[in-house]
């Protein structure tokens, strides 16, 4: 039920357990509504924890279909930080419960992973940015 503003949920950027993590930010999440998946965990980010709000340029990117931590042919996703030993993330989104929400992925990762309702939970099929 914490999730309900999730549709209207923004990309940002977060540090994160010694990385710059990708993470989703809902106004109207209480206590902060800044989210990050680690560890299949949802964490809420503490008040002196930095993040960033990601804005999008739809005339040069695009949410792309992928699946496996495997990037798409043909496209160059957007790098968005790293974890803590230096691997690459990029933004991704993913459905849970009928509802897109904001996540992270990378080659390492097999998939993405997207915090939702406490947890942090793993999908093969995904979009990039």
């Given at each position: 039920?914490?999730?309900?503003?999730?549709?209207?949920?923004?990309?940002?950027?977060?540090?994160?357990?010694?990385?710059?993590?990708?993470?989703?930010?809902?106004?109207?999440?209480?206590?902060?509504?800044?989210?990050?998946?680690?560890?299949?965990?949802?964490?809420?980010?503490?008040?002196?924890?930095?993040?960033?709000?990601?804005?999008?340029?739809?005339a040069t990117m695009e949410w792309v279909p992928a699946r496996d931590?495997?990037?798409?042919?043909?496209?160059?996703?957007?790098?968005?930080?790293?974890?803590?030993?230096?691997?690459?993330?990029?933004?991704?989104?993913?459905?849970?419960?009928?509802?897109?929400?904001?996540?992270?992925?990378?080659?390492?990762?097999?998939?993405?992973?997207?915090?939702?309702?406490?947890?942090?939970?793993?999908?093969?099929?995904?979009?990039?940015?």
């Amino acid at each position: 039920m914490a999730d309900l503003y999730v549709a209207q949920s923004f990309i940002g950027l977060a540090s994160f357990e010694g990385g710059l993590v990708p993470c989703k930010i809902v106004p109207g999440l209480m206590p902060r509504p800044v989210r990050v998946g680690w560890n299949s965990t949802e964490h809420t980010l503490e008040t002196n924890q930095p993040f960033f709000i990601i804005l999008l340029d739809a005339a040069t990117m695009e949410w792309v279909p992928a699946r496996d931590g495997v990037m798409p042919d043909g496209r160059k996703p957007i790098q968005a930080g790293y974890e803590h030993n230096g691997e690459p993330l990029y933004h991704a989104v993913a459905m849970i419960n009928g509802v897109k929400v904001p996540g992270k992925v990378g080659e390492h990762l097999g998939g993405a992973f997207v915090p939702f309702e406490g947890h942090e939970h793993f999908r093969k099929h995904y979009q990039v940015l």
